[in-house]
């Protein structure tokens, strides 16, 4: 009967230091998830989602706060992702899909006040006190932070416009509503 | 010498049409007022532009420059006046305008000093590919690759032949037709330089028989040419794709995403031979081509031999115009090639070409659902399952198409020839094609500014950090003074320093926030 009692306290004092020992050395900084959401994340901290940037967005998309379709500039693409990584279904149908845009400069109207330059999440703009500022076109991400903060209203976004190098078909159209009964499948 | 033929799978057998314009002789184009050069008529970097309005330039002069690993020059055609670098009209789907030099031809065609012939039996095989970059020479079989960064292959793969395509599978086309009847003799010297300058022994010529006319005549040009073979292949569509061609001649399957050169084989249009031939032997650039112009609705289809970026609309002109308006404008073959939106845009290096079709000969059909009768699955030469692929683009799955071969898909389009139901089978795989090259370019693009947010972020800090510093040392300072100054000061003002010192203190305090909130 001690012996039993001996054996039994014994077994709860050294495993309890065990657990506690690992609940100290092998904790995870953070919820692990949030980092691997992050990642799918477009990571440009542009703030189209209503949080401060990709990690906040992260932190609400693993608590469950916030929708798998969120993020504007990821499209389906990104939504699919999410959806894939937590569990849950999406109707990608209902993600609208942005046509990509960039930000352009009407020079005649820049005062060089650099406002637009310290807002950009990604360094796109060119310029300095007092000069006329541009936005390099390949690491615009479209985020539209410049526009609200520019005084002379001078930036404008507008839609990439495609090349004969990047321009592709676009997807056949659906054939008529009588004629298919799920034609393909 | 050769073998039995291989059977491939699939394929079809579309109405030839050749018939409109294979017994007709190339007839040259009289100069057109104006010539459209675009900066890519080629795969690869755009050309560089080295002539400015008003320059003078002379016949086979190079007025745009490769740029980068896999480039092409452009030439001047004619000798002439440059109007100017401007955005025109491209003979593309798109129908979207792109950087082109326009000249107007001074009518003397006046050539530059041309570059020494070469020797080919002699001369290093680096020298040969090297002419033939500077002269501009791309696959004139519609890919317009570069040619002299194939004849470069042999440097990293064991080759064993050079197969020289003069297929022509496409319906309506006869210009490799054509120029093999009336130059097989230069077609077949260009096809032994190119296998000089790649190191191979064997050239196999591949011809449908279809064009028997074609065949006797590279038959008797190869008759005393050591290594050189003239084969009869079946006409079947699509025999001119390389890998098909290949399986047919060998046997030999080109694994999915290799390149034929790695089974040893490296395949040339056939009027690409004869540009290698007119380049090394004469010092001549490309700058001009055969192109067919034929289809229903062209008055007098003709084989016509004209320089780059000679207007579409003058290759009607020439041909008698238009005799009834057309259900649609195409460049290439009816199967492969892309309908343009105007006639304006000029003919380019890999324009083999012109055909205006009637509402007949497109016979667009309604689209009805499909049956499973598997006919597109027999069809596709490259063993997919187009029923399936197309299900799933039609969803947005495109991974899930890739995963079962859509990038291993040609385009061939014999898929949706024989579909009973016109679907355009063929038509989802191009969009999907497209859809998911513009995909890749935005992860790109995304991983470039991920890291430019996350430069921005640190340098932000670092920022953050060192402007607290400064004020913390700045403030330590004052401190020091004061305290410095109250240590100097008699005993009985110190109360009075005390209050000066907390307020300055304060103050700081406030600034330093200030900093923070900015
Ligand atoms: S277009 Fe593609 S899927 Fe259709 S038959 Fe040709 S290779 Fe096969
Ligand atoms: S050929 Fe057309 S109808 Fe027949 S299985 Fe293929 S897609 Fe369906």
Redesign the interface.
Known sequence: MLTAIAVLTGLGVVLGILLGVAAKYLSVEGNPLVKEIEDLL????CGQCGFPGCGPAAEALANGKAPVTLCPPGG??VASKLAAKLGVSVD?GEVEEKQ?MVAFVNESLCIGCTRCFQQC????FVGAPKHVHAVFG??C?GCGKCVEVCPTECIEMRPIQ???????????A???KT??????? | MMGALFKIRGGVHPDDRKHLTKDLAIEKIPMPPVLHLPLQQHIGAHAEPEVERGDKVLKGQVIARAKGMISAPVHAPTSGTILGLHSYHSPTASGLRWQTITMRPDGFDRWIRRAPPLDPLTCRPEEISRRVADCGVVGMGGATFPSAIKLNLGDRHKLEQLVINGSECEPYLTCDDRLMREKAAQVIDGARIMAHSIGVVQVIIAIEDNKPEAIAAMREAAADVPDTSVVTVPSHYPMGAEKQLIQTLTGKETPAGKLTADIGVVVHNAATALAVHDAVRHGKPLIDRVVTVSGGAVARPRNIQAPFGTPIFDLLEFCGGLKEEPEVILVGGPMMGQPIKSVHAPILKGTNGVLALTRAETASRQVMPCIRCAACVSACPMGLLPLDMAARVRKDELDSAVKIGLMDCISCGACSYVCPSNIPLVQYFNFAKGRLKAIDGEQRKQRLTRKLATLRLTRMEEQMRAKKEAFARRKAEQAEKAAQAAAAQPAAQSGAQEAVAQSGGSAETGAAEGGDRQ
């Open positions: 477009p990571g440009s901290q389906k693409a990608l990509p999440p990604t360094d796109a390949d690491i991400t495609s090349t004969v190098q990047t321009w592709h078909w676009p997807k056949p659906e054939p008529a004629a298919q009964s799920e034609p393909v499948t």
